[in-house]
């Protein structure tokens, strides 16, 4: 599909702007990233997530995980710079889940739990952090489009984490309404989830 920042991604493959937003449609998520040659990209998911992978309306904080380990085939952010050009949230995230157990990677095992339509099961990712970055500098297109598909008010003030890992100790992670990027201890508990997904 060939949609725009902003716009609402319907689970039959389809994208309209607010304005047009079609009710008798199941919605998948508001659009927050569109590759480089304007055809696919990456939709978010207009609500928060607890570890199960269910829809949680007040948003439920879980660490990172393996904090003292670095996953050897997740290359290591070392600078905003760095995290700001990474915007593979899949490639990441499958690198994360392969590396342990959803206890011992709790946010990217929760993105994979999230299932809201069988065929989207096991395809969602934890954002890269470029991608929270995209978010933040469209931050009001984006947060019309969650307003009007009734999702979580609160989405843009509070931390999320990335799929960008840091070092052994730190992964990044971003408050929606801010204007840069940040990196915290893996295993801080109150981060928030929101997961993506390709399109």
């Keep these: 599909a060939s949609c725009a920042i902003g716009w609402i991604y319907y689970s039959d493959g389809t994208c309209s702007a607010p304005a047009a ?8 998520g508001i659009v927050v990233y569109v590759n480089d040659n304007g055809v696919g990209g990456q939709i978010m998911a207009p ?3 607890d570890a199960s992978g269910n829809r949680s309306s007040s948003g439920v904080g879980m660490a990172w995980g393996g904090y003292g380990t670095d996953i050897s ?3 290591n952010m070392t600078s905003s710079t760095q995290a700001e050009a990474d915007f593979d949230s899949c490639g990441n995230t499958d690198k994360i889940v392969a590396a342990g157990s959803a206890s011992t990677y709790p946010a990217a095992w929760a993105t994979r739990k999230y299932a ?3 065929t989207t099961n096991g395809k969602w990712c934890l954002p890269a952090a470029g991608i929270l970055r995209n978010i933040q500098k469209n931050q009001s297109a984006i947060s019309t489009a969650v307003s009007k598909v009734g999702g979580a008010s609160n989405l843009l003030n509070y ?7 840091r070092s052994y100790n730190y992964a990044w992670d971003a408050i929606l309404y801010n204007s840069h990027l940040d990196y ?5 508990y109150s981060i928030y989830v929101l997961p993506v997904l390709a399109f």
């Design 116 to 118: 809201p339509t069988s």
């Design 159 to 165: 931390w999320v984490w990335s799929s960008s890992e």
């Design 47 to 49: 609500w928060w997530i």
């Design 184 to 188: 915290d201890d893996k295993g801080n």
């Design 73 to 75: 085939s997740l290359p």
């Design 21 to 28: 937003y079609t009710t008798s449609k199941t919605v998948l």
